[in-house]
């Protein structure tokens, strides 16, 4: 089993910057893709960004290409989501999830994954 607890949520003005970490317990994130997931309120899940196993693939929605990053430090098990350039449309639960058998044609699905946390709030104000 793996926990993950995401932190670093919070309210930003549009524009500003903040950065999510995704950190499990209970095995590694060293064999596991992980995969960072949105959702607005009435809104269905909506993929971001994804680090797969050796941190040297990386996958963005295109919404957040070019504002978004994703790494992560296998050594402390945790996966970093950086986000700048935020506005009012980034609001959302956010939250990451990991799976060791995600192929790349589902990298963006959140059913290729077998576990998922339990989200950050992410509040951007115009």
């Known amino acids: 089993q793996v926990q993950l607890v995401e932190s670093g949520g919070g309210m930003v003005q549009a524009g500003g910057s903040l950065r999510l970490s995704c950190a499990a317990s209970?095995?590694?994130?060293?064999?596991?893709?992980v995969a960072w997931f949105r959702q607005a309120p009435g809104k269905e899940p909506e993929f971001v960004a994804a680090?797969?196993?050796?941190?040297?693939?990386?996958n963005y929605a295109g919404s957040v290409k070019g504002r978004f990053t994703v790494s992560r430090d296998n050594a402390k098990s945790t996966v970093y989501l950086q986000m700048n350039n935020l506005n009012p449309e980034d609001t959302a639960l956010y939250y990451c999830?990991?799976?060791?058998?995600?192929?790349?044609?589902?990298?963006?699905?959140?059913?290729?994954?077998?576990?998922r946390g339990q989200g950050t709030q992410v509040t951007v104000s115009s």
């Open positions: 680090t797969r196993q050796n941190g040297m693939s990386t």
């Open positions: 999830a990991a799976g060791q058998r995600v192929i790349l044609s589902s990298i963006s699905t959140l059913s290729s994954y077998d576990y």
């Open positions: 209970g095995r590694s994130l060293r064999t596991y893709a």
